[in-house]
């Protein structure tokens, strides 16, 4: 079965330091692999993609991804973490020529001041 | 102002009485979505639609059914609810046909089945 995968529940960091939230995936093909963004009471908000070429992806809020075919990973990372990143995050994926949308269970990201 | 917007957005009601969730993009979007939220399974999606009059099953489509007669409606519904029902559910749509296009995600509906 195809699945995204968010090893952590929580992520826990500083304000100021850098941070990462995992993804990996089991989808066969080459899959498009997005990240969403969910604060308190809100939908989920779009943040980046990686559909081809570069595997780092650079997108919204100074977030970016890595691509890493070879580990079938697809980690978010930010260089400098502020207060107001605290959210949930969500990893998902989809096959090529396909229109469901798989997505990990997410990870609660907590930046403290 | 583009949005997805979803109604109600808070709903209690009990075992078997039927319940439509309203979905309304004003986006000309071609595709639309249905997921639920529940803690530890992150989203799940129910239903999809390509385009007015196509539909297709997600991963849990069992207990609900949508229909799309309009592009910019998708409501979804409940013939006859039941509590493993109750959960957070989420509208989305985006562009076009394109796998890679982004989704964007209604508030979310609340609902709990007693």
């Known amino acids: 079965a195809q699945s995204v995968a968010q090893p952590e529940d929580q992520v826990n960091v500083a304000e100021g330091n850098p941070l990462t939230v995992k993804c990996t995936y089991s989808v066969s093909g080459n899959p498009y692999l997005f990240w969403y963004v969910q604060y308190p009471n809100r939908g989920l908000q779009f943040l980046l993609k990686y559909i081809t070429g570069d595997n780092l992806v650079k997108g919204s809020y100074g977030f970016e991804a890595e691509f890493n075919k070879s580990q079938t990973s697809f980690h978010l990372k930010k260089p400098s973490a502020l207060v107001s990143d605290s959210a949930l995050y969500f990893c998902?994926?989809?096959?090529?020529?396909?229109?469901?949308?798989?997505f990990g269970a997410g990870t609660r990201l907590f930046v403290k001041a | 102002e583009a949005q997805v917007t979803q109604n109600p957005r808070y709903l209690i009601t009990v075992t078997g009485k039927k319940l439509t969730v309203t979905c309304s993009q004003n986006?000309?979007?071609?595709?639309m979505s249905w997921y639920r939220q529940d803690p530890g399974l992150g989203l799940r999606q129910i239903y999809y639609s390509m385009n007015v009059e196509v539909t297709d099953k997600g991963d849990v489509p069992e207990g609900y059914k949508v229909s799309r007669k309009e592009k910019r409606n998708f409501p979804l519904i409940l013939e006859s609810p039941s509590p493993n029902q109750t959960s957070l559910y989420f509208c989305?749509?985006?562009?076009?046909?394109?796998?890679?296009?982004?989704?964007?995600f209604g508030p979310g509906t609340r609902l709990t089945v007693l």
């Open positions: 998902a994926a989809r096959n090529t020529g396909g229109f469901k949308t798989i």
């Open positions: 989305a749509s985006s562009l076009g046909g394109q796998t890679t296009d982004t989704q964007y």
């Open positions: 986006m000309n979007h071609e595709y």
